[in-house]
């Protein structure tokens, strides 16, 4: 049996949170607006100023669902959460890898290969897809770079030279990004990735998708027992999650960019949906937030066959099969980790 684990995301400014029964009120202007029963509820998204009361703060843990608190734009800022899940020899096992530079390595290449592959394969669709309104000829230069890219990874000997040929990847496909946005051109122009802040409209909603995707990467990570903030590719840092970071790389080109293609495609989203704030930082109105969050959600209702597990299951269910995987790699029960691979 398979429990789906649901997240709660409150953007409404203003909002009150709190515990009434075994439920999560929800109040905005001093009205309820919803309540929902904590035994449904994995964890709790709170974007700028909401408020969660003490008592509902308190119990969460009790069900083991995790509060998570953002500014407005979606900049990560504090997190409250129960007792470390997970059996101790596996965290150690964790740390053992993460503290060997070869170890490192190795698992590293799994999450890069993943990432450059299904960057390929998001372009190598467009092509396919939309061949007659894109320049492909462009696109089939970035495809054959990241094909070779990823054989050359077979050879990598440290993390840093692994980095390099991860960001010479991501410049490439990135640059033929605008490519792929087929509708609304003038409005959503893409130049490249800018975040902290971003600076045009795609980057916003990038930025805001991908820490969206960041969140759901700490929970399944925290699910099956891993330290979220001990990672491989990315290195240790003071408030970094950084095998969060690791994990969220191979879903990054067909899970989060697609769903902004889709919406600035489908013409769901206009210029008008953004501001510019005094710091010339680019942001989504409120109603757009909730537009690409409700988006987010439907696409984790999509249903995929896992190809390694030979599954049928939903996309948030993915999040936590992979979480899985790895972790059984870590503890040495498979011989390799099986990214995702989109096709």
Not at 76 to 105: F, H, M, T, W
Not at 120 to 132: E, F, I, S
Not at 175 to 202: A, H, W
């Amino acid at each position: 049996m398979q429990r789906f684990l649901n997240t709660l995301y409150v953007t409404t400014q203003k909002t009150y949170l709190h515990k009434k029964g075994e439920a999560v009120e929800v109040i905005i202007d001093d009205k309820v607006i919803a309540s929902i029963p904590m035994i449904n509820l994995d964890s709790i998204v709170c974007f700028g100023n909401i408020y969660v009361s003490p008592f509902l703060l308190g119990a969460c843990p009790e069900y083991n669902i995790t509060i998570s608190f953002l500014s407005e734009t979606g900049k990560y800022l504090a997190r409250v959460q129960g007792p470390v899940a997970g059996n101790v020899l596996l965290r150690k096992q964790q740390y053992r890898i993460s503290d060997d530079k070869e170890k490192s390595l190795e698992v590293a290449k799994f999450f890069i290969i993943g990432k450059i592959a299904n960057q390929k394969t998001v372009l190598q669709r467009a092509v396919r897809d939309h061949g007659n309104k894109i320049d492909s000829e462009k696109a089939k230069k970035v495809i054959y770079k990241l094909n070779r890219n990823i054989d050359k990874i077979e050879t990598v000997k440290d993390l840093d030279k692994l980095r390099g040929i991860e960001g010479e990847s991501a410049e490439d496909y990135f640059s033929v990004f605008d490519e792929l946005i087929t509708s609304q051109k003038d409005d959503f122009k893409f130049t490249g990735r800018n975040r902290r802040p971003p600076l045009d409209n795609v980057n916003a909603m990038l930025s805001y998708t991908y820490t969206l995707l960041y969140h759901d990467m700490i929970s399944a990570l925290e699910c099956v027992g891993l330290d979220p903030a001990v990672g491989f590719m990315h290195r240790d840092r003071p408030g970094r999650l950084s095998l969060a970071l690791d994990l969220m790389e191979e879903f990054r080109a067909f899970f989060a960019d697609r769903i902004v293609l889709s919406l600035i495609n489908r013409n769901e989203v206009s210029k008008d949906d953004f501001e510019i704030t005094a710091s010339g930082a680019v942001i989504m109105n409120e109603e757009t937030r909730k537009k690409l969050i409700s988006t987010y959600q439907k696409k984790k209702e999509s249903v995929i066959t896992h190809p390694f597990v030979e599954k049928k299951m939903h996309m948030a269910i993915l999040f936590h099969t992979q979480a899985r995987l790895l972790a059984r790699f870590i503890r040495g029960d498979i011989d390799g980790y099986p990214v995702y691979l989109w096709k």
